[in-house]
Structure formats: structure tokens, C-alpha cells
């Protein structure tokens, strides 16, 4: 029978240090704090290099199963709406059922739809396992996070999280690179081919390292009502605002999503104050700093997130290089995210995470205003400045908003806690791709005829220019063959253009977001919590 650890309470009401249900002390590798973060963060790895490495190869899985752009935007979308709308469930089936039990079905999951996905040949089929690959996702992303919180003891806790964020962050801003060097080398599918044994490895150090944790007093029932109502709200925002391209913003579907989001998410709200064991517990919200953490981590990954989505078509499809070029050239990007966020973790711990976290934003800001004045010729130089920015200003929220969520929320509801940071960031993510998308297709929908107009190009119907912008809004010219290299030559550069210019406004919204991030993180303060933690010896 597997081990596991319950926390007990005392008589005045505070959490003592857990200890095996079946009452031997955890002994060698099994329930070993700094094992058991090694364990759970080469699982968190696949799921958060998954999130970008995906970005460098959209391109080629564009050309090879011939994509439109919304299918692109969905190949994105489909994964991190899953995991958006998962992620709060899995973390109370974690609290409910263990968090090693769902650790480890996460990870098994998650590697085969990764290898389902090598094996499609279908945009379809594509979209079919990148959503399934998001729900198995979820429930390994709090299940780790839980584990943690119940290995470490309080004085460790903080370290132990900031080295679990440096991994999402190094792992999120390391996908591109990584991707760009399979996707050159071998193939698009070998990218998610790779989780295969990188989920095996999980699955063995798993058994024998990790140590099921419980919390007494954790959930017995679920919230099947709550479930519904949020997943489909979500599902109504995200579609709303991918489709509102196509459709035109003053669309009645577009608004008939957006109401029913905003009705589904009232109802979901009602409902929580009703049921007996809700999804999210509500009262989590009276705390500001928890409120404001959850907040910073959307807004956050707005900014990233549909940042991120458009640069890897602007490296490759504007400056013209590889995939792997393309990656490299976010190599300044990874480095500060690596070496910015044990940095982060350091200052957080002696500063509180108040000034860290606004500092980061306000850096976040000045580099994606500095990416909304990227041009054609822009030098390498000038381009890794911004990056480098960009990691070093994400590097502090990657690691100071988890401490805020998790730390100021009651131990048994670890895994819920868990669960919102990274849904938090996952939805951030999602509507982060969906809004700045939507941002470039109206961008490039007002400019193209123009520009096509201005360089004295033949006028093209509307159907022509609605297919036309559909190439523009990833950077490639809709030429054809046989067309003079004379006309070829001003599709391109109208191509580019319009594309900068959508770029450029996208890259201001998303600077716009990180500015009023800035003033979100002045209300969070160090987990009032963070002393639940159950410690169980080894450190």
C-alpha cells in the first residue's frame, strides 16, 4: 500500500507537520524534499516547454498540413483553454485524492498525447491531442505544486518554489530554442515526440521518490455545476475573441459569446456561494494579495504569451530565418529568465515580493514597448536588448506570484491554490494569443488594401483580400507562381509592412497591460500561510 501523509490539526486550530498515514517516518529517497522537486520539475518542464516550443514550429506545421491562421491561433489556444479550465478541478482532485496519484497519471497522459500528436497527419487531429495533452497537463501542474507545499518546511518553501519557477520560466522561455533545433534538424512532430522519454523519467522518479500528502479536513465531493459553468464561460470568452476577426467585433456572434461568457461566469460566481464544497471557494478572494497574485499571473501572461506568439512569425518569416536561428535569437531571452529568477527569489525572500514583482512588470513594459519599434533591417543587437528585458522583467513574476497565491491560501486547499496560479497564467496565455491576434487581423484588415493601393499593385476583390490578409497577418507575401519578380518584390514589402504594423500595436496592448500590471502588484504581500507547510525531515 502506498504511503501517504495527512495534516493534523491541533487543539488552537494551527497545522503541525504531517507524517505517514501508516505511521512510519518517510526514510532514503521516498518523500525527500529536494528529490522530490528534482521529480516534480522534470514533469512541470514537459508541460511548460509545451506551452512555447510549439511557437517556433507553428510555421511548419502551417505549411506541411496546410493551416489557416485561425487553426494555428487553435493549435495554441486548444492547450492552454484545457488547461485553463482543468487546472482548478485537477487541483481538488489532487486534494481530494492525493497529489502523487494524480502527479503521475498527469504525466503518463501527458507523454502519450504528445506522442499522439507526432503521430497526426491532421490539423484536426492536431488540435484533437493538443487538448487532451492540456487536460492531463492540469493535473500534473498543482499536484506538483502541492507536493511541495507539503514536502518543505516553511523556512525552505520559499526556495524550493523559486527554483520550481525558475524551471516553468526557464522551460517556457527555453521551448522556442529548443523547438527551433528539432524542428531544422529532424521535424515539427519530433517536438512533442520528445515528452515520450522525458515523461518516463518522471514516471520512475515518481514511484520511487514521491510521498502522497493529504490534507485532513480535504474535499469529499465535487462541483459538477461549477465545472460546467466555467468551462463554458471560458470556452465563450476565447471563441468570442478568435472568431471576432472573421465575423467583424460589431458581429452579433461575436457579442452573443461575449454575453453568454459574461452570464456563465455570473451564474458560476452565484453558484459558488450555494453549493456545499464549491470549486473555487470564494473566501479565497478576501485575501487582496492572493486576488492580486492571481490577477498579475493573467495579466502577465498576456503580455508574454501573445508577445511571444508573433515574434517567432517576425524572426522567421519576415527576417527569413531558420528555425533554429529563430530560437537562437531568443537565447537572451532564456538566459535572463534563468538567471533572473534564483535572483528573484532572493531579493523576494529579503524585500517581500511587492517592489520585485512591480519592478518586473514596469521592466516587462519598457521591453515590449521597446518590440513595438521592431522594423524589417532591425539588427540582432538591437532585438536581443528587448528580449533580455523581457526575461529579466518576467523572471520576478514567474517566482513572486506563486509565493503570493499559494502562501496566502490554507493548506487544504493546496492543490485549488495550484491550480488557480496556473490556470491564472493559462488563461492569461489563451486570451493573451486571442487578443493580440485579434489586434493584428484588424490592424492588417484596415492597412492591406491601402498599402496594396499605394505600391501600385492590381486591386484584388474582397475575396482576394481576405485571403490575402490571412497570409499577412503570420508575414508571408501571397504570391504565386510565375508572377513577375518585379511584383513579388512589392508583395513582399507590403506583406512586411502591414505585418510590422500589426506587430507594433499588438507589442503596444501588450505593453499597455504590463503598465497596468505595475500597480496590481503593489497590493500583494508575502503568504500569510506560508507557515502550513508540512516539513518532513531530509532537508
Known sequence: MTSQTTIEKTGSGDEIPAVPSDGSPASGLRGHPW?????????????????????????????????????V???????????????????????????RQTFLIGVIGFAAASGAIGLSDSIPL??????????????????ALGLLRATFPAEKLNMAIGIWGMVIGASTAGGPILGGVLVEHVNWQSVFFINVPVGLIAVLLGVFILLDHRAQNAPRSFDVLGIALLSVAMFCLVWALIKAPAWGWGDGRTWGFVAASVVC??????????????????????????SAGVVLMVLMAIAFMGGLFFVTFYLQNVHGMSPIDAGLHLLPLTGMMIVGSPLAGFMITKL????????????TALAMYGMSTLRTDTGSGVMSIWFALLGLGLAPVMVGATEVIVGNAPMELSGVAGGLQQAAMQIGGSLG???????????????????????GLPQLTP?????????????????????????????????????????????????????????????????????????????
Request: hydrophobic content about 55%.
Open 35 to 71: 528529490f522530490t522537486l528534482i521529480t516534480v520539475a522534470v514533469g512541470v518542464m514537459m508541460v511548460a516547454l509545451d506551452g512555447t516550443i510549439v511557437a517556433i514550429a507553428n510555421p511548419a506545421i502551417q505549411k506541411d498540413l496546410n493551416a489557416s491562421f485561425a487553426d
Open 73 to 99: 491561433q487553435w493549435i495554441t489556444n486548444g492547450y492552454f483553454l484545457a488547461l485553463a479550465v482543468a487546472l482548478i478541478t485537477a487541483g481538488k482532485l489532487g486534494d481530494r485524492f492525493g497529489h
Open 126 to 143: 492536431v488540435v484533437t491531442f493538443r487538448v487532451l495533452q492540456g487536460l492531463f497537463g492540469a493535473l500534473l501542474m498543482p499536484a
Open 265 to 290: 461566469f455570473a451564474l458560476f460566481a452565484f453558484w459558488e456561494t450555494k453549493v456545499r464544497e464549491p470549486l473555487i471557494p470564494l473566501a479565497l478572494f478576501r485575501s487582496v494579495p492572493l
Open 352 to 363: 517581500g515580493p511587492r517592489i520585485p514583482l512591480a519592478g518586473g512588470m514596469a521592466v
Open 433 to 455: 494569443t486571442a487578443v493580440l491576434g485579434a489586434v493584428m487581423a484588424s490592424k492588417v484588415d484596415s492597412d492591406l488594401a491601402g498599402n496594396w493601393k499605394d505600391a
Open 463 to 539: 475575396a482576394q483580400t481576405a485571403q490575402a490578409a490571412e497570409a499577412v497577418q503570420v508575414g508571408i507575401p501571397p504570391v504565386a507562381k510565375g508572377m513577375p519578380e518585379t511584383i513579388v518584390a512589392k508583395i513582399t514589402e507590403v506583406t512586411h509592412d502591414t505585418f510590422i504594423s500589426g506587430m507594433s500595436l499588438a507589442s503596444l496592448v501588450a505593453c499597455g497591460v504590463a503598465v497596468v500590471a505595475v500597480f496590481v502588484a503593489l497590493l500583494t504581500k508575502t503568504g500569510e500561510n506560508a507557515e502550513a507547510g508540512a516539513g518532513i525531515g531530509h532537508i
